[in-house]
């Protein structure tokens, strides 16, 4: 298995602008989960979904930020608009059930100018 | 949320042993972690201990954990330049999905 695919690896865009990250967790897991890693905040959880469904969202820091997962196989966090602020690490990480194991993509690198 | 810290850095020399510290509040806790995390890279799971363990050892790794104090460590035995990296300790309450992190050990190993 190739494990959990996140792209772009690097996103650079000016503030305002819509940026999307994409993820796709390992087959056959039932749960995914976005986290944002900043040097302030370390490593924090914004949304968790368990079959496709949002289940806590808790972590989301504002309504700029939405996540959705069509299919099993995809999901999507869009920061619309991005401020500079929003510049962090975002990690996809995939578990089988949801207190299992996660496994961490290689994480997407966002800049807002 | 709970807190769970840990020391920001750890330099060791290459063949020693290195010796990563975390402590934690929920006594509630079911499974322990240690993530480590390469440059550019995200994390990997490198171990775990079930609360109701004192210890667990996997070749160079070596996990312990006093419920008493809340407090696990991580043993890396012959340090090697390839263990450079940032360590999380973490934690997940029972029948929970929700990773509690701490804020990382970055060890750096010296030739």
């Known amino acids: 298995d190739a494990g959990v695919i996140q792209s772009p690896r690097h996103e650079v865009t000016e503030m305002g602008q819509e940026v999307t990250l994409r993820c796709k967790p390992i087959?056959?897991?039932?749960?995914l989960f976005w986290y944002r890693q900043t040097m302030m905040r370390g490593l924090e959880l914004l949304i968790y979904?368990?079959?496709?469904?949002?289940?806590?969202d808790s972590g989301m820091p504002e309504d700029r930020f939405s996540a959705k997962m069509p299919n099993a196989s995809f999901s999507t966090l869009k920061i619309q608009p991005s401020e500079p602020r929003d510049s962090a690490v975002y990690f996809c990480?995939?578990?089988?059930?949801?207190?299992?194991?996660?496994?961490f993509g290689p994480g997407t690198r966002l800049t807002v100018l | 949320g709970e807190d769970v810290e840990q020391s920001l850095f750890l330099s060791v020399r290459e063949g020693d042993s290195s010796v990563i510290n975390c402590t934690y509040t929920d006594s509630s806790s079911t499974y322990l972690y240690w993530y480590k995390q390469e440059p550019g890279a995200g994390l990997q799971l490198l171990t775990y201990i079930f609360s109701n363990m004192d210890m667990k050892q996997d070749q160079r790794l070596t996990v312990l954990l006093n419920k008493k104090d809340k407090h696990l460590s991580l043993r890396i035995a012959d340090t090697q330049t390839g263990d450079s990296a940032i360590y999380f300790c973490?934690?997940?309450?029972?029948?929970?999905?929700?990773?509690?992190f701490g804020a990382g050990t970055t060890v750096t190993v010296r030739a």
């Open positions: 979904f368990n079959n496709n469904v949002p289940i806590d």
């Open positions: 990480a995939s578990s089988l059930l949801g207190g299992d194991e996660q496994f």
């Open positions: 087959s056959g897991h039932n749960s």
């Open positions: 973490a934690e997940t309450p029972p029948n929970d999905y929700k990773l509690s």
